[in-house]
């Protein structure tokens, strides 16, 4: 390399989304805030713990328990899926916080960890305890986060995120379920 050639440092971004789409997205929640929709999973369930979730038209979303939980192990288990549906929803909350502000991300991974309390054994058998005592102790994110920003702008993008997140708010709050045999 000689003298007057500079090193050139090459950034691959990650691919975009629509901004347009998603300020018109966004102009239709401030037009009707308290719009909403509605998701639907038709599971069924194949035998042990292995269940398929049909979604749409996507292939189904495979569950089972592991082994030490008498489970076949060919999938991840319901509580891992839920963490999955938590950090794909952080990550697209991170990209479209990053879309609206005009910064270009060039790395985006979430790790998950969550703490469950199962020693009631679904309910067959085990500990006596309470609902709140079951499931999600303490959930833990730590967000690897690039781009075309400092890291302050970069921290305020995954709070926002956060902050906003459906699931991670479905998951922080009392929801009213109803759970019966049809």
Same mark, same amino acid.
């Given at each position: ?32 805030? #308290? ?26 979303? +495979? ?33 479209? +916080? ?7 991300? =060039? ?21 006596p305890r309470e609902p709140f005592q079951m499931g999600f102790q303490a959930i833990r994110v730590s967000v690897d986060l690039e781009g #075309? ?20 708010? =479905? ?6 379920? #109803?759970? =019966?045999? =049809?």
């Open positions: 390399m000689s003298q007057d050639e500079q090193p050139t440092t090459i950034t691959a971004y990650l691919r975009p989304i629509d901004r347009d789409g998603l300020l018109a997205f966004a102009k239709r929640g401030r037009d009707n805030p #308290d719009r909403q929709g509605t998701n639907v999973v038709h599971t069924v369930c194949e035998g042990q713990y292995r269940t398929l979730s049909y979604v749409g038209d996507h292939d189904p979303v +495979v569950v089972d328990e592991p082994l030490h939980l008498f489970g076949q192990d060919t999938a991840p288990a319901p509580g891992e899926i839920a963490l999955s549906g938590l950090g794909g929803c952080l990550a697209v909350g991170i990209t479209a +916080v990053a879309t609206f502000r005009n910064v270009r991300l =060039s790395r985006l991974e979430l790790r998950i960890e969550g703490d469950v309390g199962n020693t009631a054994a679904w309910g067959a058998g085990g500990a #075309d920003a400092t890291r302050e702008e970069l921290e305020e993008i995954v709070r926002q995120a956060n902050y906003f997140s459906p699931v991670a708010n =479905s998951m922080r709050n009392p929801i009213p379920m #109803d759970v =019966s045999l =049809s």
